[in-house]
């Protein structure tokens, strides 16, 4: 079965980096699209990144648009979000996810996901 376990989340001061990774399993991973989403306590899930199978397009959230980075590697069956400039903003759950077709802003277009990593911001 579909199986996304993510990583590398923790705590850290505003201005850090942090990396984290989305190791996939149950599925030709590099036949399909990957993305990115977060959830702040109390709010809506929202989507931060994707990227093609390919690797070669990506989309972002204005938000985290020039801070973030999106990447994989399909022989480790890995995608990964390169986070800089942190700030209090970006504190969530980060979870990997996928689905068939292409990439998609719609949280309701994805259909597997992983159980998250936290991330935390402190000012």
């Known amino acids: 079965q579909v199986q996304l376990v993510e990583s590398g989340g923790g705590l850290v001061q505003a201005g850090s980096s942090l990396r984290l990774s989305c190791a996939a399993s149950?599925?030709?991973?590099?036949?399909?699209?990957m993305g990115w989403f977060r959830q702040a306590p109390g709010k809506e899930r929202e989507f931060v990144a994707a990227i093609d199978w390919g690797g070669t397009n990506t989309i972002y959230a204005d938000s985290v648009k020039g801070r973030f980075a999106v990447s994989r590697d399909n022989a480790k069956n890995t995608v990964y979000l390169q986070m800089n400039a942190l700030n209090p903003e970006d504190t969530a759950v980060y979870l990997c996810t996928t689905r068939r077709g292409g990439t998609s802003r719609r949280e309701d277009d994805w259909l597997y996901w992983g159980q998250g990593t936290q991330v935390t911001v402190s000012s």
């Open positions: 149950g599925f030709t991973f590099s036949n399909y699209p």
